[in-house]
């Protein structure tokens, strides 16, 4: 069984910086993509960035330049780099795994920039 825990939110000025991390639990198959969404209240869950198992990586136009997706394949982990942290940013953000037709979600790890 597959499970995925982020870590990594918290409050954060604006200009500021996280970086978020998903630990990867269980087996998955040779060929996946991880991505990392977002949601905050109100709105639909969004599109951020996403890693396949090759190691392309491709980011939205919203985030690109400030944000950058990476994995560790030792560690199991997938991390999201933002920088530049602005109000709009908070939201509840969230890791998402993509294999063999199947998608697995994390629980979530709250963002806030305060302004």
């Known amino acids: 069984q597959v499970q995925l825990v982020e870590s990594g939110g918290g409050l954060v000025q604006a200009g500021g910086s996280l970086r978020l991390s998903c630990l990867v639990y269980g087996n998955i198959f040779s060929t996946f993509t991880l991505g990392w969404y977002r949601q905050a209240p109100g709105k639909k869950r969004e599109f951020l960035a996403r890693?396949?198992?090759?190691?392309?990586?491709l980011h939205d136009a919203s985030v690109k330049g400030r944000f950058t997706i990476s994995r560790d394949v030792d560690k199991n982990t997938l991390y999201l780099q933002m920088n530049s942290l602005k109000f709009a940013d908070t939201a509840k953000y969230y890791c998402n795994l993509a294999s063999d037709g199947v998608d697995y979600w994390g629980q979530g790890t709250q963002v806030t920039v305060s302004s």
């Open positions: 890693i396949s198992s090759s190691g392309w990586a």
